[in-house]
RNA sequence: GCGGGGGUAGCAAAGUGGUCAAAUGCGCAGGACUUAAGAUCCUGUCCCUUAGUGGGUUCGUGGGUUCGAAACCCAUCCCCCGCACCA
């Protein structure tokens, strides 16, 4: 029979909006909010939207069945560039691209059956919306955490936008990976800075977090302990100071580095013979690109400038130079320079013949600086360092410090990367900054009341400059303080910004009295599982941290932490490569929804991977996938009781009402460990003996079939509705509670029966194959009397027993040991111990007696011979469990 | 260089002290069904050998711990990802 799996799931997808199976609960008790990385507006889904919406829709149904009241959202992120690119090219307004977008994106959503509260969409390009990250701004004005400051800034040629740091990948653009070059702008940033050392500390209580992300998180960060250095300037009055992580080895200064944006550079050498050729330095290294500068191969470039400085710990004076790989952003812009103990320095010495003076001593060997080939960064003792030589280096760090700080030559401090979050952008599409300059009175905030500052829509996209500027209507405006003539900012917002607290907002998205009802947000947050692609470990996920803290201080939340869990999805790829249109191999998900229908894509890619892992999309494998949905289908194809006949039940029936209830135990335990593979495939395994195994009890297969669709229903929920109804149920599986280990049908002597006459059937079979006969005339099962059934059956139902049989024959086979009773009693003991101890389950003689009658019943030829006494041969082939057979 | 994660059969991918020659899916081979193909079902799929069986060699490489190691420890090689002239 051929089934329709897309009418299937359109009925289904019907029946749940009906029954408004989704929507959240106005006052959640055990709540879980399951979010998922909102997408960009382009149009299209892609296989790794597939894959991060599919595993955050199995969650949430499988809470929702947990009886969690569950907040799955879905909104937006609909500003930026690529709509404003569309309207260039296309000549097609913003606004309406991103908002057919939006339909296109919602309509693929809602074919593949996710589960979203749709009541609770976000969308941010919307006033309504944007609006408060209009407020959010004015607030943050007020409290000095938004400032527009003059600096050299990121700046994409190809968006014609500056950038902030976290969007500069490898000196690249993150969208469209043009060089980015440096420029002096006036420019609006978030003082992230202000947060720093608490988002550092954050980091350590995301224990739900994957590490890598932490690592980037606190890599970007970039904390450094050290010293400041102050020296002074010989002949002049100026003073430098220069940031340190070797307070140890200031003895052995020899040289100093200034960055050539440094502003004494420029000042020092003013009027002095160095002049020209200084400025022709510091125009050339302005010149490089950040990506050649900062490659570290490149041979270190730089000049002296002509002036000294005196190191204060022992007067000597030493050159100020200038070179390429000293950066103006990173401490102070200076570089105390230690040739024989820094590998920079070295190279930089080496090539322009500076001194090398060794101040810390090896222990093994003596270093002398001419044999030098490198420098030496390792710990040893301090030499011609003053009153401190002789002590180890690591204690000189904390002395020296000390010393300096006492004696005012410097003082320790703590460094970071981490810079301001730039959030200019010269564009159209995006939130407006709402800022009005006014001659007299300067740069004010729009009133509250006067929000939302909305996008004009007057205005012209001509690919060159922030089309904003080209709306005389809404540049030209009144100062809100002294009513004089007064122009708009005309820089919108990073879309950053947006998608930083929309998840605040999924819970009260209506609400217009604020960005956020405080009520709602106190029911939902912190999200409780987020899910997304690793491209953000520090951009969406730094940001958001840090808005919720900002939110916090506003009063607006008392959450710190927006994020409890994250899930970073892995890639998906074809052919062990990403996918990319360069190469070829891009597979749309829309044909494959198509012709699979959206359970065997859902299914497909939960199965090949776990989440957190690369995925390879393979075309053979989803055609496995949707032959073993088809195969489901025709186990489960008219209704059955739902529970098992009333009368004695046979073996093969318990036997598999049991295993039905162990799956139940290890499929929920595999869900909460996120391993969606490994609870597939344990279905898989148990659909599949099902339908080798022909039960008799009608009620029994009904049971089990119940149960493997309530096992399955977060997974592929069409496919599990449509079985549960064939099956004879009425209500929807999607409203049904998610199922529990009923201990009433565990049934150790079944499976342990199972399991013999399991491994005698296999032995018979192939008998008959080898003997090339269908049916065999006589079948002889030949057992001694002590059979060792017990172990063997045990060994399938994983109890201890099966430590301790592997214990005795791992003794027993070490010929030299030859263990004494008292040793194998021990290691038992402490096997025992280590697994817990677990009841044990044995066969009977009556037991295993029942497993052959069972057999005999399909093997009409076969006769089971009892042997009372066991000879050592035949024990022999008895032992591992089976009992000999013996044809005739 | 620093940090994170990995290396398992033809492929993908489980397994982290003993049911392990190793789940599952794909691929491949054989069989059943069919006029045939497809679909479906069954069986097999490291090597040698056997009627059952037994033996050998395997989880990057080399050592070690253990009665027993794919799993634990040490060393080493390789791959992927992130950061990086960070002073």
Not at 49 to 54: A, C, E, Q, V
Not at 470 to 489: D, I, Q
Not at 536 to 564: M, Q, W
Not at 667 to 674: A, D, K, Q, R
Request: charged share 25%; net charge neutral.
């Amino acid at each position: 029979m051929e089934i329709e799996h897309n009418k299937i799931a359109q009925k289904w997808q019907g029946e749940w909006a009906k029954a408004n199976a989704f929507t959240r609960a106005k006052n959640p008790k055990r709540k879980f909010y399951c979010l998922e990385m909102f997408p960009y507006t382009s149009g299209k889904l892609h296989m790794g939207h597939l894959r991060n919406y599919s595993i955050g829709d199995t969650l949430a149904r499988y809470k929702r069945m947990q009886g969690f009241h569950v907040l799955y959202p879905m909104g937006f992120d609909s500003f930026g560039l690529p709509a404003e690119n569309a309207a260039i090219k296309q000549k097609i307004n913003p606004k309406e691209w991103t908002l057919t977008n939006v339909t296109k994106i919602e309509e693929q959503m809602k074919a593949l059956g996710l589960s979203y509260d749709w009541s609770a969409e976000v969308v941010t390009c919307r006033p309504e919306y944007y609006k408060w990250n209009q407020w959010l701004f004015i607030q943050m004005f007020k409290k000095g955490l938004a400032y527009k400051r003059e600096a050299p800034v990121n700046w994409c040629p190809n968006c014609g936008t500056s950038l902030a740091n976290e969007q500069v990948i490898q000196g690249k653009c993150w969208r469209c990976e043009t060089e980015v070059r440096q420029e002096m702008l006036s420019q609006w940033f978030f003082k992230i800075t202000e947060y720093t050392e608490e988002l550092l500390e954050g980091i350590k209580q995301l224990d739900g977090w994957p590490p890598r992300v932490r690592v980037m998180q606190e890599n970007w960060i970039g904390k450094s302990e050290g010293t400041e250095i102050f020296f002074k300037i010989k002949d002049s009055d100026k003073t430098l100071s220069t940031f340190t992580t070797r307070p140890d080895t200031v003895y052995g200064i020899t040289y100093l580095v200034l960055a050539p944006e440094h502003p004494l550079v420029l000042e020092l050498t003013k009027g002095t013979p160095y002049e020209a050729q200084v400025k022709e330095f510091v125009e050339k290294v302005k010149k490089e690109s950040l990506i050649d500068r900062r490659d570290e191969t490149k041979p270190k470039e730089g000049m002296f400038i002509g002036k000294y400085f005196i190191n204060p710990v022992n007067g000597d004076e030493c050159p100020l130079y200038i070179a390429d790989y000293a950066i103006l952003e990173y401490g102070t812009g200076a570089v105390m320079a230690v040739p024989a103990h820094d590998q920079r320095d070295f190279e930089f010495a080496k090539k322009y013949k500076l001194p090398i003076k060794v101040v810390i001593a090896p222990d093994a060997y003596e270093l002398r600086p001419d044999r030098m080939t490198r420098a030496f960064i390792d710990d040893g003792t301090l030499v011609n360092s003053g009153e401190f030589n002789g002590s180890q280096n690591r204690d000189a760090m904390e002395d020296i410090s000390k010393f300096l700080e006492k004696k005012e030559w410097g003082k320790r401090c703590t460094q970071y990367k981490l810079r301001d979050w730039l959030i200019s952008r010269q564009r159209y599409w995006g939130t407006p900054i709402p800022i009005v300059y006014c001659k007299k009175c300067g740069a004010l905030p729009v009133p509250e009341d006067q929000l939302p500052v909305l996008l004009p829509e007057d205005v012209k996209f001509t690919g060159e400059g922030n089309p904003v500027g080209t709306s005389s209507s809404f540049v030209n405006t009144t100062c809100p303080k002294c009513g004089g003539p007064a122009t708009r900012e005309t820089d919108t917002m990073d879309t950053f910004v947006d998608s930083s607290w929309y998840f605040f907002r999924y819970c009260s998205p209506k609400y217009e009295k604020g960005m956020f009802e405080k009520k709602e947000v106190e029911k939902w947050l912190p999200v409780d599982q987020y899910i997304g692609g690793i491209e953000h470990a520090i951009l969406h996920l730094l940001y958001s941290r840090f808005i919720c803290r900002v939110l916090r201080d506003l009063g607006l939340t008392k959450l710190s932490e927006p994020f409890n869990k994250l899930l970073s999805q892995g890639l998906v790829v074809k052919d062990g490569a990403k996918m990319s249109k360069s190469k070829g191999n891009v597979v749309e998900p829309k044909p494959i929804i198509e012709k699979y229908g959206p359970d065997t894509a859902r299914f497909f890619i939960l199965f090949a991977a776990l989440p957190e892992k690369q995925l390879d999309w393979s075309d053979a494998g989803i055609e496995g996938i949707f032959r073993f949905i088809n195969k489901l289908y025709s186990l489960a194809e008219k209704p059955l009781p739902h529970t098992p006949g009333k009368g004695k039940l046979n073996n093969p029936d318990r036997f598999m009402l049991s295993r039905v209830n162990r799956l139940t135990e290890i499929v929920t335990g595999h869900i909460e460990n996120f391993e969606f593979s490994l609870a597939l495939t344990e279905i898989m395994n148990f659909v599949n003996e099902l339908s080798r195994y022909k039960l008799s009890d009608e009620g029994a297969m009904g049971y089990c079939l119940r149960r493997v669709a309530l096992l399955f229903a977060p997974f592929i929920p069409h496919t599990s509705e449509e079985i549960w109804h064939r099956l004879g149920e009425t209500s929807l599986i999607v409203q049904q509670e998610w199922p529990k280990q009923d201990a009433q049908w565990i049934d150790a002597r079944a499976e342990g029966i199972e399991s013999v006459k399991a491994a005698v059937r296999d032995d018979i079979a192939s008998i008959a194959k080898l003997l090339n006969k269908e049916k065999l005339a006589s079948v002889t099962l030949f057992c001694a009397a002590q059979w060792k059934f017990t172990a063997f059956a045990l060994l399938k139902s994983k109890m201890p027993i099966t430590d301790m049989k592997a214990v005795m024959q791992g003794l027993m086979s070490n010929q030299e040991l030859k263990p004494h009773g008292g040793e194998i009693s021990k290691i038992v003991e402490r096997v025992a111990k280590k697994q817990g101890s677990v009841p044990l389950a044995t066969l009977t003689r009556d037991d295993e007696l029942a497993a052959l009658a069972d057999l005999t019943a399909e093997f009409p030829n076969l006769k089971v011979v009892l042997e009372e006494k066991s000879s050592e041969q035949k024990s022999k082939n008895a032992m591992p469990g089976k009992p000999a057979i013996i044809v005739e």
